[in-house]
């Protein structure tokens, strides 16, 4: 769930706030009940949940099988004598 920055442009007043991307914008301050509550343009935030994608995914997970090639293209020599 994403997290955006607010702040109040009367009090000043400035939080962080966990919103679903469809939830309706913040306008009313918490602090002193203005209407000049807005949404901050800030670096993104983000909160992880669960195992991660390294930790479940990737990590010590079987690699994929390569495809066979000719010994020239896999780094042999193919000079010709």
Known sequence: MPIYEY???SCG?????????SDA???VC???GKETYA???SA???HLKGS????????GGAKPAEAALP??????????K
């Open 44 to 46: 993104a935030g983000f």
């Open 25 to 27: 914008l913040l306008t």
């Open 13 to 21: 007043f400035q939080k962080e706030h966990m919103q679903k991307m």
């Open 7 to 9: 702040r109040c442009s």
């Open 52 to 59: 991660g994608w390294y930790q479940s995914d990737f990590k």
């Open 71 to 80: 010994p020239c293209a896999a780094g042999g020599c193919c000079s010709a």
């Open 30 to 32: 918490p602090e002193c």
């Open 39 to 41: 949404k901050m343009l």
